[in-house]
Nanobody, 115 residues
Framework: QVLLVESGGGLVQPGGSLNLSCAAS????????MYWYRQAPGKERELVAG???????YYADSVKGQFTISRDNAKNTVYLQMNSLRREDTAVYYC?????????WGQGTQVTVSS
């Protein structure tokens, strides 16, 4: 059974930080590219960051220099370190695993940036 379980979301003040985790099981994690998406209320889901199986990374322009994606293949976990959070970062954040024609999604974790 494939599982992607996100954690680490919550309520944070503007300027604060959160570190999201996505624990994977049921597939060969090290061979999959991993992505973080987010979906704000009333908006489409958007790609935030990605990390290839080899470790190369991608960031949306809106989060470059603010977010850092990383992976630990020994722990089957991908992380998203989010710094200097802004109200517009409020969204449900989803973990996504992709390899060729296979794709898996987590259930999402809520991030709310508010004072």
């Amino acid at each position: 059974q494939v599982l992607l379980v996100e954690s680490g979301g919550g309520l944070v003040q503007p300027g604060g930080s959160l570190n999201l985790s996505c624990a994977a099981s049921g597939f060969i994690f090290s061979s999959y590219a991993m992505y973080w998406y987010r979906q704000a209320p009333g908006k489409e889901r958007e790609l935030v960051a990605g990390i290839a199986s080899g470790g190369s990374t991608y960031y949306a322009d809106s989060v470059k220099g603010q977010f850092t994606i990383s992976r630990d293949n020994a722990k089957n976990t991908v992380y998203l370190q989010m710094n200097s959070l802004r109200r517009e970062d409020t969204a449900v954040y989803y973990c996504n695993a992709v390899q060729l024609f296979f794709t898996y999604w987590g259930q999402g974790t809520q991030v709310t940036v508010s004072s």
